[in-house]
């Protein structure tokens, strides 16, 4: 193999019965994150400290399970820039932005813009030059802004009409998403235990929300929640090292490809639990907007397949 060109997917991925159960459960729990953040700041944590402290946890959780299973945490240069990529963009910003919105958006609303990840992630490989324009993938994109364009735009489609600019401001996630799968692509991270990788990037992420909490005033030391607000601390955690290190996994054997599939069940579920545990409903504009975001991920998907059987 060449240096500098991406490894075919066909051939060097496994999809099967693991692959398949990583995503489905990915895709169930993910929302769950969500819904933790909307109890621990309903329940008086500040946001941005709600972001910081599981993240924090988990990446010393991990990376004790790696230092346990003799796994070593390298800091030379290539390892430290996966670190610092992979945390800041794939985590510390778009989860920062999320915890902060849990609030102020409905929860279904949040898990929904994530789906814009593999549109954004599209957008910046053209941009940076790594891929190309092809009518499949570009009539995606186009439908994964026209989606976000149905939600935002008419008055009747959000619960009220100041959200939008809340809605403006989640769409900081995906954007932050897609920048941060392409920047990983590019700088090429070595391979790495997923416990070992799954550590720097939290402990990474972690260290840029040290900053919000400071210029916010969110410093929070565990005290004057509600009763029982903090336990959502503990479950944060679990969820934190459980899922991202099956994310990990799960790119590492079935590929990106196939792991662009978790959007439509994390959005799917997402709408769920809102409604079972907010009671949340929604317009048909919000429902019209999600099912083209949906068809834009199976576009984009169905592009990149053909991109990855061009190159073998």
Do not use: C
């Not at 729990?29 to 944590?45: E, M, T």
């Not at 939290?202 to 410093?219: D, I, R, T, W, Y």
């Amino acid at each position: 193999m060449k240096s500098g060109k991406r490894p075919p997917l066909p051939g060097e991925t496994r999809i099967g019965a693991l692959a398949l159960t990583l995503m489905l459960a990915g895709g169930i729990i993910a929302p769950l994150r969500f819904v933790l953040n909307k109890f621990a700041i309903d329940g008086g944590v500040p946001p941005f400290a709600f972001a910081f402290w599981p993240m924090l946890f988990a990446g010393i959780l991990l990376l004790v399970i790696a230092l346990a299973r003799g796994e070593r945490m390298s800091f030379s240069r290539a390892h430290l820039r996966a670190y610092v990529l992979v945390g800041v963009f794939v985590l510390g910003v778009p989860m920062g932005v999320l915890t902060f919105l849990a609030d102020q958006l409905p929860q279904g609303l949040i898990s929904m813009v994530v789906i814009l990840a593999p549109t954004m992630t599209y957008l910046f490989a053209i941009l940076f030059g790594i891929d190309r324009l092809r009518w499949l993938s570009s009539t995606g994109l186009a439908l994964g802004i026209g989606g976000i364009l149905v939600i935002m735009l008419p008055d009747v489609s959000l619960p009220e009409r100041g959200m939008v600019w809340w809605l403006l401001l989640a769409l900081l996630a995906p954007v932050s998403l897609g920048l941060g799968n392409v920047l990983t692509a590019v700088t090429r991270p070595p391979a790495m235990p997923p416990t070992v990788l799954a550590a720097g990037m939290m402990l990474s992420g972690a260290a840029l929300l040290v900053p919000a909490m400071a210029a916010s005033g969110q410093f929070y030391l565990f005290d004057g929640a509600a009763p029982g607000a903090n336990w959502n601390f503990l479950y944060a955690t679990l969820l934190n090292a459980v899922f991202y290190t099956a994310f990990l996994e799960l790119i590492r054997i079935s590929g990106p490809v196939f792991f662009s599939q978790i959007n439509y069940v994390a959005v799917a579920t997402g709408f769920g639990w809102g409604i079972a545990l907010f009671g949340e409903r929604y317009s048909l504009y919000v429902w019209g907007g999600t099912a083209l975001m949906a068809i834009s991920v199976l576009l984009l998907t169905l592009g990149a397949r053909a991109n990855a059987q061009e190159k073998t």
